[in-house]
């Protein structure tokens, strides 16, 4: 059964500071691994989508990677902006490709 | 282009009630999927339509059915509601799996639909 963590559950930094956001997944067959961005209340926002053929997607100031073997993805943000506060959630799909499982989300503030 | 759009946004019911939500999906998706996201947690799957028919459920009880009609669109029914049901409830389309092409695409979700049991 795919199980996927995130670390850290909460990061607090001060504007203008680079950052990367961790996420494992437990089962390395997997198609492919997307991230969300969630704000308070609201549903999920794609940020990226990474296909199990390639090891890294950029939009922008975000950066995400993924190791299989390793079972490990990053999300790298540069320069961070306070509006870029949000709850961040990484998923992938489980054997059938069909039910995406969520990582519980790492809860960022970048303070002004 | 309209993104996925749900109905209602907030609504309120008391336990033993049955609540319906309603979910559009991308303009071109085919594949309609419901999550449950409980307060600082991350959505848990609920079950996938495509085709009009249940491709696959998580780990639900019988009282949350659903349907997928025509134009795509798709219900989410839960009976007999409990307290444990308020949560947010989230509708997610894409286009289908296709397992030869080992790739699925990416996942565009609603603005959720705030259930509060009381």
């Known amino acids: 059964k795919q199980e996927v963590t995130q670390i850290p559950a909460a990061l607090s930094v001060p504007e203008g500071e680079n950052l990367v956001l961790n996420c494992s997944f437990t089962d390395s067959a997997i198609y492919n691994l997307q991230w969300f961005r969630q704000d308070p209340g609201k549903g999920l926002t794609s940020l990226l989508l990474?296909?199990?053929?390639?090891r890294e997607q950029t939009s922008g100031r975000l950066n995400a990677s993924l190791d299989k073997s390793s079972g490990r993805s990053t999300l790298y943000i540069a320069a961070s902006q306070p509006g870029d506060s949000a709850t961040y959630l990484c998923a992938v799909p489980d054997n059938y490709g069909q039910n995406f499982v969520f990582g519980p989300g790492t809860r960022l503030s970048v303070l002004p | 282009d309209a993104g996925v759009t749900q109905s209602p946004t907030h609504l309120i019911k008391t336990r033993g009630q049955q609540v319906t939500l309603r979910c559009s999906p991308k303009s071109g998706h085919d594949t309609v999927s419901w999550y449950q996201q409980a307060l600082g947690q991350g959505p848990q799957f609920i079950f996938q339509?495509?085709?009009?028919?249940?491709?696959q459920r998580g780990n639900f009880p019988d009282r949350f059915s659903g349907h997928q009609f025509p134009n795509y669109s798709s219900e989410l029914n839960v009976n007999a509601l409990l307290l444990g049901d308020s949560a947010l409830y989230l509708c997610?389309?894409?286009?289908?799996?296709?397992?030869?092409?080992?790739?699925?695409?990416?996942?565009?979700f609603g603005e959720g639909s705030r259930l509060t049991v009381l």
């Open positions: 990474i296909q199990s053929s390639q």
């Open positions: 997610a389309s894409s286009l289908a799996w296709v397992s030869s092409s080992r790739e699925t695409g990416e996942l565009f």
């Open positions: 339509y495509y085709e009009e028919e249940e491709r």
